[in-house]
């Protein structure tokens, strides 16, 4: 009988456990509402809605803060492409050393970028999103989009027609110029998991298991 209650006890924390452990993916990040989509090449040409470059000589990007470790699953955003272009170009995740910190590469070729991934332009303009799972803990980062590196050569633009959240911190790269601070209204998202701490009801269960577990073996 006490076997079986300690293998009923050993089951019921591991359903919890599972079940306190279980991660949901949600926005991790976002610099900026959905503005208006849809929007064509040549309505960025014309000036119906604002937009920067997207090239081989001007990368995109923004810092983010974590305060607790996540997961990222994917990374995106709002962007727009001329018409029969290359449409493909870059996202990368870059860790920064803190709130004012910038890339420490022109090129993203040191160890500070952590991962990377290819995603397409669309015409008309709308969300586009590239996988990248990457662990990351608490501390400042940078998410950057460009062409030119990582197989990517396309050329196409992020559109500016979003209202900031929370007064997101953009950043870019331009040749000839470096890294430096950036115009506002892109949206640039990051989804993922948030990873739990396991909780005081587990823990408790645990501790609990453990002494039981002690006292039988004095017993014996």
């Not at 990582?150 to 959240?165: D, E, K, Y």
């Not at 000839?176 to 005081?200: D, H, L, M, N, Y």
Request: net charge negative; charged share 15%.
């Amino acid at each position: 009988m006490k076997t079986k209650a300690i293998q009923s006890f050993v089951a019921a924390t591991l359903v919890i456990a599972t079940c306190t452990n279980g991660r949901a993916e949600t926005i991790l990040f976002e610099s900026a509402t959905l503005g208006l989509n849809g929007m064509s090449w040549q309505n960025v040409f014309d000036r119906v809605v604002l937009a920067v470059n997207v090239t081989n000589s001007s990368y995109q990007g923004v810092r983010f803060e974590l305060t607790q470790p996540v997961v990222t699953t994917q990374v995106g955003g709002h962007f727009v492409a001329p018409p029969n272009s290359d449409s493909v170009f870059f996202a990368a995740i870059v860790e920064l050393d803190n709130a004012i910190d910038f890339p420490d590469s022109e090129d993203l070729s040191t160890p500070d970028v952590l991962g990377t991934n290819l995603l397409a332009f669309p015409e008309p303009s709308g969300e586009v999103w590239a996988d990248l799972e990457l662990s990351l803990n608490p501390g400042w980062y940078a998410l950057v989009f460009g062409s030119g590196l990582f197989g990517a050569s396309g050329t196409g633009g992020a559109i500016r027609n979003s209202i900031g959240i929370d007064s997101p911190d953009y950043i870019g790269f331009q040749s000839g110029f470096g890294w430096g601070a950036r115009v506002p209204g892109k949206r640039f998202v990051i989804k993922g998991t948030i990873v739990p701490e396991p909780t005081s009801f587990v823990l408790a269960f645990s501790a609990s298991l453990f002494l039981l577990a002690q006292k039988r073996s004095h017993r014996i």
